[in-house]
């Protein structure tokens, strides 16, 4: 007799984990199945954000930013520090002790809320049965009322860089050098190229991004992403746009890569070489032929604004279906899901989902770009802040960037918010909040703001919409 649930969600990453911790909150008996094994060789639930995605990134960029500023920004507030050194291995020992406090942190909060966690491989087959095929290589089948496919994504290989994990890696080889590259490549100047390529230059890398598209960072507003550009370029990070990846060749410890540009055909020889050009769903014997279950011409299983797939019952989120590949946006979709089956009418509002480059400055934005809005012949207002003369990014030494609100010039309601500087990530979701509720720029501008904050940059750039900005001249005076 096999074992009964209401929800077998398969995958533990922020989708799966997620919508099976709601699921069983909701009084829902739940199992969730995980296959993958973390460094130790056991399994690690979180997926990929928690074991080589958002997490461990974050934990890099973090120690990385840090020694940045102790060896360039420091003298600036009158510390010297002599030699600063970076001891390669112990922060990525540090990044690990990370890693296995959150992936262990998941398993004691399945745990609490009863779910059942079935180490392996999960298979849909028909008729909502699931097969688990466990580590030992035996199969348990287990009946769902309701299925949530979660297996997430990995890495697009292209045939001109074949990953080999030594010398030319993806962006989960890139966690874990245990020394600096002395000359780096990345092809892809995407967030995770960027936010690798940033890392390991901060650690005296040099570093060569390169990238296909003409376009720097072309999701963002344009008035964003041109300052990126050079920003990140001041930095050290050598961004080659239009130019594509052709061939490599790795000899000995190095590898040469020949790339097209305008000008022609170029070569570059590098120590190490990311190759960071998007992830692809992961549906590997994840569906038996008679499942049911669509899948769109991408791979990525067909979905409904619901995330209900072809087959009534059966759900998929995250990173296997279409949208966004990222951890808040699998996460939503996980209680929404979680909670219909449960009979509970929740959507999800994709207009607002925060997205967020973690260089530094990060990037980050919410709703919709100047470029967009003008191509949809919205009428708009535009009101942006620097971070030069904010007095809170002056104290910090931290003065790139700007806050740039955009509003409907017709009723004054905030249709995007777009951040490059200080705790941008922080900002924008400021922003996000607002828009959930329909705020105007007004509003906005009418709230109280803690002085000194970066947070008034906001509030100075939603005021200028209207051109009552007061601590920098308004282009516009209404
Ligand atoms: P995943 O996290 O991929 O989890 C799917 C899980 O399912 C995996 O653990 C997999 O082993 C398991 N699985 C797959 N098939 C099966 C099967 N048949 N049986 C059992 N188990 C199975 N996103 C952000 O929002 N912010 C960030 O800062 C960010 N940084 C990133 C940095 C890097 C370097 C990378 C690579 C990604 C980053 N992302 C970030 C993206 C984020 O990691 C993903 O969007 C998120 O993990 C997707 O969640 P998911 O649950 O859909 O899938
Ligand atoms: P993202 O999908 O945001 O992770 O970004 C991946 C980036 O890699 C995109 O900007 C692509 O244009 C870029 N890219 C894909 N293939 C190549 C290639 N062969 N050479 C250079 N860049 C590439």
């Known amino acids: 007799m096999s074992q009964k649930f209401d929800v077998v969600v398969i995958g533990a990453g922020p989708g799966g984990y997620v919508a099976a911790i709601r699921a069983a909150q909701l009084g829902l008996k739940t199992a969730c199945i995980e296959k993958y094994q973390g460094k130790d060789g056991k399994t690690a639930l979180g997926g990929t954000c928690l074991n080589v995605g958002c997490i461990p990134s974050k934990a890099l960029l973090d120690s990385s930013y840090k020694f940045h ?20 291995p112990t922060m990525v020992a540090r990044k690990d002790q990370i890693v296995k406090n959150l992936t262990g942190g998941v398993s004691a909060l399945l745990k609490a809320n009863g779910v059942t966690v079935f180490e392996g491989h999960g298979k849909l087959l028909a008729g909502k049965q699931v097969e688990v095929t466990k580590l030992d290589g035996s199969t348990e089948t ?91 370029s001041k930095q050290g990070l050598k961004i080659l746009l239009g130019a594509r990846l052709t061939a490599s060749e790795i000899k000995g410890e190095e590898v040469t890569v020949s790339f097209t540009t305008a000008e022609g055909e170029q070569q570059l020889t590098f120590d190490k070489l990311i190759v960071a050009v998007g992830r692809r769903p992961v549906t590997t014997d994840l569906l038996a032929s008679d499942s049911g279950v669509d899948m769109d011409e991408r791979g990525f299983i067909f979905v409904n604004d619901q995330c209900a797939t072809s087959v009534p019952g059966v759900y998929a989120i995250g990173d296997v279906v279409r949208g966004a590949m990222l951890a808040h946006k699998a996460s939503e979709e ?33 709703g919709k770009t100047e470029q967009a809005l003008k191509a949809e012949g919205v009428e708009i207002n535009v009101g942006t802040f620097p971070f030069a003369a904010s007095g809170r990014a002056m104290a910090a030494n931290d003065t790139a960037g700007l806050v740039k609100v955009i509003a409907d010039a017709k009723t004054d309601r905030v249709l995007g918010v777009h951040v490059m500087g200080p705790a941008a990530a922080e900002l924008v979701q400021q922003g996000a909040i607002g828009m959930e509720f329909g705020t105007s720029a007004e509003d906005l501008g009418m709230m109280v703001f803690s002085h000194p904050t970066m947070s008034e940059a906001l509030h100075e750039a939603a005021l200028a919409v209207n051109g009552h900005a007061i601590h920098i001249a308004n282009r516009k005076k209404r």
């Open 334 to 366: 996980g209680v929404m899901v979680a909670e219909r089956i449960a009979g509970h009418k929740s959507q999800m509002n994709y207009d607002l989902i925060p997205s967020v480059i973690y260089t530094h400055p990060e990037i980050a934005w919410v």
């Open 69 to 88: 500023e102790a060896q360039e920004s420091f003298n600036v507030h009158g510390i010297s520090t002599g030699d600063v050194k970076m001891d390669v």
């Open 142 to 232: 287990l009946a769902a009322e309701n299925v949530i496919l979660a297996s997430g994504s990995k890495p697009v290989d292209i045939p001109p860089a074949p990953v080999d994990q030594k010398v030319i890696v993806d962006s989960t080889g890139a966690l874990d050098f245990q020394t600096v590259p002395a000359r780096l490549g990345v092809i892809g100047a995407g967030v995770i190229g960027l936010e690798l390529g940033s890392v390991w230059s901060r650690l005296g890398a040099e570093v060569t991004v390169i990238e296909a598209m003409d376009k720097f960072l072309p999701a963002a507003d344009e008035q964003i992403s041109k300052e990126a550009f050079k920003v990140l």
